[in-house]
């Protein structure tokens, strides 16, 4: 069964107290995500460093209950 937007954002709040999420279903299937994170953890953190701590937030369930999850990453201005 997909991850619903609310399992998706909970996740990632979770992992990154504080941070903001935009979510968008990519493909109407909710099995195709973008998720757009905007959070303090990220400040002085690479790109790939902060992709890791979103995808970090799923443990195991990427690649099965959450298929697919484009990422874009922003530190707060």
């Avoid at 954002?9 to 299937?29: F, K, M, Q, Y």
């Amino acid at each position: 069964m997909p991850m619903s937007a609310a399992a998706i954002e909970e996740a990632i709040l979770a992992a990154l107290p504080g941070a903001t999420v935009e979510l968008t279903d990519l493909a109407g299937d909710d099995d195709h995500w973008a998720a757009t994170v905007t959070a303090p953890q990220f400040v002085g953190k690479t790109r790939v460093a902060q992709h890791k701590m979103v995808y970090a937030a799923f443990g195991g369930r990427m690649g099965g209950e959450l298929h697919a999850l484009q990422v874009t990453t922003k530190v707060p201005t």
